[in-house]
């Protein structure tokens, strides 16, 4: 058995271990990638929410992007919670020094629980100059509106989201349906040009913390392995969707996404 890649994540801890770098680095090993990392935020967190949020320095965030980045053959780098606009444009700039084409952003803004995970001007710093080197973006409606000014209640109106989010910079982007009602999900990928909508049904649970870091992870997992971008963005829906399926409840609040189950694309691969 060998790796069929290696990739980086670039984002926060959650010391609840149901998001951020820990579910990062479980997606990327559960998909046979090797899986690399810059620790840009640690938080206090566990399945109740988001007690306490310490940035590590900007310039330490850029030394671990170097150290990997000029070492490392990186196929594909993904990035989940930048808290603040410094930390944004270090990132930025690491992602241009080293020729990163293949950049998945997940633009984390706000926790399940529903604490704030963005700070100041850290939208507009990802606007500006992180969504413009993207190759896939990942947005929620939330973040979808945010990054817009649009509200969102339809699949049209995702439609014209995602057309908006890719005059930004990025080559595809991927709007998760999952907050808009409904007893089936609908989400919608944008890419060269054309629609690609998936909907599936509604999985009704509350225990689904980690779902869009796991989404993005699974994304760039699936490029640094070679595979076509349209494909990663199927299987790494399919693999989030199983995630939901085989979810784990450790503590009183939120339970998270699960990573213990069979991927059916893996089984045949040595």
């Known amino acids: 058995m060998t790796y069929r890649g290696i990739a980086m994540t670039i984002a926060g801890s959650d010391s609840g271990g149901g998001a951020g770098i820990e579910a990062d680095l479980a997606t990327f090993l559960h998909l046979k990638v090797f899986g690399t990392a810059a620790l840009a935020a640690v938080t206090a967190q566990n399945s109740l929410g988001v007690h306490k949020v310490f940035d590590i320095p900007c310039e330490m965030v ?32 690491g992602i241009k020094t080293h020729r990163v084409t293949k950049l998945v952003v997940d633009p984390v803004m706000v926790a399940q629980s529903g604490d704030p995970l963005m700070f100041g001007g850290a939208v507009n710093a990802m606007i500006g100059e992180l969504l413009p080197l993207a190759f896939i973006v990942t947005p929620n409606i939330p973040e979808a509106e945010k990054l817009t000014g649009m509200k969102i209640t339809s699949l049209d109106e995702m439609k014209e989201a995602a057309k908006v989010i890719a005059e930004l910079g990025p080559k595809g982007v991927f709007v998760k349906g999952g907050h808009l009602e409904g007893e089936r999900v609908t989400d919608l990928f944008y890419y060269e040009g054309k629609f690609h909508v998936f909907e599936h049904e509604r999985i009704h649970t509350n225990d689904h913390h980690g779902t869009g870091c796991t989404l993005s992870a699974a994304i760039a997992a699936e490029l640094a392995a070679g595979t076509d971008t349209l494909e990663a963005v199927k299987r790494a829906k399919d693999y989030t969707r199983l995630a939901i399926q085989h979810r784990f409840k450790g503590g009183k609040g939120y339970g998270c996404v699960g990573h213990i189950f069979k991927v059916d694309w893996l089984e045949n691969s040595d």
């Not at 170097?66 to 990132?91: C, H, N, P, Q, Y």
């Open 62 to 93: 850029g030394a671990q992007i170097k150290a990997i980045l000029t070492d490392f053959s990186v196929g594909a780098v993904k990035t989940g919670m930048l808290s603040r606009e410094e930390t944004i444009s270090e990132v930025a700039e």
